[in-house]
């Protein structure tokens, strides 16, 4: 397990992003109060739902705060990362925002490979995993097989022998009325839920084209140490290494494809090709990552879904799903819809980090289930395909990707492990080549 973003040189930045999302905490759980939540006895025998964080990076510390302001009877009461330094200063600036709902003693807060073995073990009943996307699905399958509910973040396989471990996990979890939600956000969002209603109900006719950008500067960028190993620093700048990230396309890009998908009702494309590279990152600190992506999916009725994700310096960027149908566009970042139908979403606006949280406890608390395993799997497969095209230069159906040998990094990995990139003499990492990189 390794943590979402760990680095002392760059903890400026991270504590900025975390406290960015800590300071509106008081507002948005003001609001998540005015939601119904369902109050009744869960499988603990008391009114605590016993929380425990694996990874306590930005994302994991966030998810922490969203989890405990979507319920204030709820306990952050352990915690996991392989760096002892992110972990106390996860805890220490939980404990500062959510006092009274952070309870993790010293004896539950676990360091190492095996810690979110220890977190699973510890007697909690919600785990949130939130480190390091590789680990996601042997994460996942663990918590489910110690019959735990589940919260975890996109994208939940990097290469398609991770899709299958996922698959099963939420089989597994349907079968043990546990709850699995996924960290896809857009999905609860309140005015982007009603949007697509509208679509899905023929707002703008029938869908004949979808286009969807992620388009940013890069972030988390954590310069070396030179105290740091090889495999240390990659694993505390985790975000540019495929192996440990699944490139930006599954970083940034699928929160795109995935509400793409979830118009085309999470039915898989057909085939995909696209193209990418890097054009403009260049130093030791981009790992081996592209910078830029582009990716094209054809579904079925011939519905072709347009996919752009760029982070690079000084560009324009945008972050928009353009919906084109035989009556009219729909824009659902700005939740309209323009043409014969005229529309806009003027409800309310509640933090969507914290509305699944609100979601996942209300289905512990009364009983019923929530499982988002169809478009876990569908939305990941969508980005490891994306890089596979992409990396490769080459077509590929979805049966053939779904059937590739196709691996990002090693099965298993601790500090031990040869790094699975180097760089040159000059600190640079190599990158795939599009018409050289071999992948079937």
């Not at 043990?176 to 982007?192: E, I, T």
């Not at 990396?391 to 049966?399: A, D, H, L, Q, V």
Request: charged letters at 25%; proline letters at 4%; one cysteine or more.
């Amino acid at each position: 397990m390794a943590t979402q973003s760990g680095s002392n040189v760059n903890s400026q930045a991270s504590r900025r992003d975390f406290l960015k999302l800590s300071t509106a905490a008081a507002g948005a759980a003001a609001m998540v109060g005015t939601l119904p939540l369902v109050r009744s006895v869960h499988a603990a025998g008391d009114d605590t739902l016993k929380i425990g964080l694996i990874g306590c990076g930005g994302r994991g510390s966030g998810a922490a705060a969203n989890a405990l302001n979507a319920d204030k009877n709820a306990k952050l009461v352990a915690m996991a990362d392989i760096f002892g330094d992110q972990l106390q200063k996860s805890r220490e600036e939980l404990q500062k925002i959510k006092e009274g709902q952070v309870a993790v003693a010293d004896d539950h807060c676990f360091v190492g490979f095996d810690a979110y073995q220890k977190v699973i073990d510890s007697g909690v009943d919600v785990v949130l995993i939130a480190c390091a996307s590789r680990f996601h699905p042997r994460y996942l399958k663990a918590a489910i097989d110690a019959g735990k509910h589940v919260f975890v973040e996109k994208p939940h396989a990097l290469d398609p022998a991770g899709i299958p471990i996922v698959t099963a996990a939420c089989e597994d979890a349907k079968k043990k009325n546990l709850n699995v939600v996924s960290g896809l956000c857009w999905r609860y969002d309140a005015g982007m839920q009603e949007t697509v209603k509208r679509v899905m109900d023929g707002a703008i006719g029938d869908i004949v084209a979808i286009q969807e950008t992620y388009m940013r500067s890069p972030y988390r960028l954590i310069p070396r140490d030179p105290a740091w190993s090889e495999i240390e620093y990659q694993y505390r700048n985790w975000y540019h290494f495929n192996w440990l990230s699944g490139d930006d396309i599954a970083q940034s890009l699928i929160h795109s494809m995935d509400k793409g998908s979830w118009l085309m009702r999470d039915e898989p494309p057909v085939w995909a090709f696209g193209q990418g590279g890097r054009a403009a990152s260049f130093d030791t600190v981009y790992g081996d990552v592209f910078d830029h992506h582009s990716i094209v999916y054809e579904y079925a009725n011939g519905v072709r879904m347009y996919a752009v994700g760029r982070a690079q310096k000084s560009c324009y960027d945008e972050v928009s799903d353009i919906i084109l149908g035989t009556k009219g566009r729909a824009d659902l970042m700005n939740y309209k819809i323009d043409g014969v139908t005229k529309w806009r979403y003027e409800g309310p606006k509640e933090s969507m980090y914290d509305l699944e949280h609100v979601a996942l406890f209300n289905a512990i608390r009364s009983g019923k289930t929530i499982n988002n395993g169809t478009y876990m799997v569908n939305s990941s497969m969508l980005a490891i395909i994306g890089q596979m095209v992409c990396y490769s230069g080459r077509k590929f159906t979805w049966e053939e990707a779904l059937k590739s040998k196709y691996t990002v990094g090693p099965a298993d990995c601790d500090f031990n492990t040869k790094p699975f990139v180097l760089p040159d003499d000059k600190g640079i990492y190599p990158v795939p080549m599009p018409g050289f990189t071999d992948i079937s």
